[in-house]
């Protein structure tokens, strides 16, 4: 018996990219549906995107704009070294928490700080940057120590998570490393929606694809840069994929 579970994150207020993703995982026809947050923020559309799962009953893990705008923080928890990739990440989340209505902010507020389940004898572990923090960056470049002191003490067999918007799948240590990319504003250079399929299977090892989605790009960069206090690098983002 094969258990098959879809997971995606990063949706940033692009009801487009969420919409089509959620046709694409209803058409692959999954056992379970996972998302590893940041509903909101970058994209104009905070409330439609977060209604969409919302109205799904979708678990989904809080991430570091969620927090953000749920709690009305000053501070989207980006980390970013950049400075202007900063302060837009800053500038996005003044916008999302004046667009967010009260009712979702208080949805936010609700999210997971984690997802642990077993299929097939398999362990999972959801998260939305590591196991550690929130907003700690998973690159698929970081160093391999950093990486297996992770896996050492994550306490899974498969670590899933998002935060940095490109997708990468390894073993470390004995657990399957999968970052699912982002549904809403990748960064890979590819301006699909990704999302992650896994199939598990007893005995077997767990099968990862990582799928793409086209969607109304054009629609989402022409309504960022309509809308008042979100920078228009973040629809040039939206068109290049990052990388632009």
Not at 53 to 76: K, L, Q
Not at 141 to 151: C, G, Y
Not at 169 to 180: C, I, K, T
Request: proline letters at 5%; hydrophobic letters at 40%.
């Amino acid at each position: 018996m094969a258990t098959r579970i879809a997971i995606f994150s990063d949706l940033h207020g692009n009801s487009a990219a969420t919409a089509a993703t959620l046709a694409a995982i209803d058409a692959a026809a999954p056992d379970a549906v996972y998302c590893l947050g940041d509903l909101v923020g970058y994209g104009a559309y905070p409330n439609e995107t977060t209604e969409l799962i919302r109205e799904r009953g979708i678990p989904t893990v809080m991430g570091n704009y969620d927090d953000g705008v749920g709690f009305d923080r000053d501070d989207c928890g980006c980390a970013y070294k950049d400075k202007e990739e900063e302060a837009r990440g800053q500038q996005s989340l003044f916008c999302s928490r004046r667009e967010t209505t009260d009712d979702n902010k208080a949805y936010l507020r609700m999210l997971l700080p984690e997802i642990r389940f077993e299929a097939e004898g398999v362990r999972f572990r959801l998260v939305h940057g590591s196991p550690r923090r929130m907003n700690e960056y998973l690159f698929a470049d970081r160093d391999p120590r950093s990486l297996e002191r992770i896996a050492r003490t994550a306490d899974c067999d498969v670590l899933v998570f998002g935060h940095t918007h490109i997708p990468w799948v390894r073993e470390v240590e004995g657990a399957l490393f999968v970052n699912d990319g982002s549904a809403g504003k990748p960064k890979d250079g590819d301006p699909r929606a990704a999302w992650a399929l896994l199939t598990v299977e007893a005995g077997r090892p767990v099968s990862v694809e990582i799928r793409r989605v086209p969607y109304h790009v054009a629609a989402m960069a022409a309504a960022i840069r309509a809308a008042a206090g979100l920078p228009d690098q973040c629809a040039s983002d939206l068109e290049t994929g990052g990388a632009g």
